[in-house]
């Protein structure tokens, strides 16, 4: 999901709206048990994480996938996405957060190992 794929004649929440009904919808529509990825970018991000719907689904598709790739994320959406997955999934999972550099210290402070 990437923001600049976003048609540009709506509004960024319509927009995001779309992009995760349509990814949402190649998921349902998938009887085999082929794992899936996601792959989303900071920009789109700010947008999902701005409504508390959008985040709802998004993390019902992001469950459903067997990674999901953050690029272009700043270390605030880094954390975010952990506390997404630590209070939208139940039973709680146990968090693991590896980073290599300062701005991966929100997001290794958000997980619990």
């Avoid at 939208?88 to 980073?99: C, D, N």
């Amino acid at each position: 999901i990437d923001r600049e794929a976003f048609d540009p004649s709506v509004s960024a929440r319509k927009a995001a709206r779309r992009a995760l009904q349509q990814e949402a919808e190649q998921l349902r529509g998938r009887e085999d048990k082929v794992e899936r990825a996601l792959m989303v970018t900071g920009p789109a991000l700010q947008v999902i994480f701005d409504d508390d719907a959008l985040r709802a689904d998004f993390l019902d598709i992001a469950a459903d996938c067997a990674i999901v790739i953050a690029c272009r994320v700043s270390p605030l959406q880094k954390a975010q996405m952990v506390r997404l997955v630590r209070d939208g999934v139940t039973p709680v999972p146990v968090t693991l957060s590896i980073g290599d550099g300062a701005n991966d210290v929100p997001m290794i402070q958000e997980a619990q190992v």
